[in-house]
């Protein structure tokens, strides 16, 4: 393939938590006068988050999307902790959810995967192009900048900016547009095998699962090596 472009996922491709969702959220609940364990809250995320609807698309146009973004979080803040104890009560349970969506929207509550940042500088330097398309919400641009990825990238497409969500082709069709590379000449990189991989290749591009990569200088012709065996 004539590789032009890399597109990329953001959360658990480029960066991921510092710390585990479960000892945020008991901090956070802590601080508002409730004491419930990391593992125990981690554990009500993720049953709850296998059994939440999906998260919001874009009814009312893309400009509706950011607080339909922050509502569906909200929900999923309460439903997480009545999973873990459906006795509990807040005295403030808006404050408490406040607490958690400024939290996750600062850089500092991320970090990088190791090499990340060399790896882009490689990308570009060879003069391909980069991009995210990401299921994240509205924060993502911010978050980018602050841990000094933005800069580093073309174009990032989210839900808010073109009104609907991986698995749809419509967010890789949106960056390959972008970027004014045709999809047989790009590559996305992701962690996700439905949301990510699959939905990659339904829209004809090669996709590369990013725990067969090692970021850093040679990230290039590590992913050309890699989407030359992957199955489109």
């Not at 509205?138 to 900048?145: D, I, K, M, N, V």
């Amino acid at each position: 393939m004539a590789l032009r472009a890399v597109l990329f996922d953001a959360v658990g491709t480029l960066f991921e938590l510092r710390e585990p969702v479960g000892v945020c959220y008991s901090r956070a609940a802590a601080a508002r006068g409730v004491t419930l364990s990391g593992a125990r809250l981690e554990d009500a995320f993720a049953r709850y988050l296998r059994a939440a609807d999906p998260a919001p698309g874009a009814p009312g146009g893309p400009e509706a999307l950011p607080e339909n973004e922050r509502a569906w979080w909200r929900g999923v803040v309460r439903g997480t902790f009545r999973s873990a104890d459906a006795t509990l009560r807040f005295p403030d349970f808006e404050a408490l959810f406040a607490d958690l969506w400024d939290h996750f929207g600062k850089p500092a509550a991320w970090r990088l995967r190791e090499g990340v940042a060399a790896g882009l500088d490689s990308l570009a330097s060879a003069d391909l192009g980069i991009a995210i398309v990401s299921n994240f919400d509205h924060r993502l641009p911010a978050l980018l900048e602050g841990l000094g990825l933005l800069a580093k990238l073309e174009c990032v497409v989210l839900p808010s900016s073109c009104g609907a969500r991986k698995p749809d082709p419509l967010p890789f069709r949106a960056a390959l547009d972008a970027l004014e590379v045709p999809a047989a000449d790009c590559v996305y990189v992701g962690n996700d095998p439905a949301l990510d991989l699959d939905a990659a290749r339904a829209t004809g591009i090669a996709a590369v699962d990013v725990e067969a990569l090692d970021f850093g200088p040679e990230l290039g012709a590590t992913i050309q090596a890699a989407a030359t065996l992957a199955v489109r």
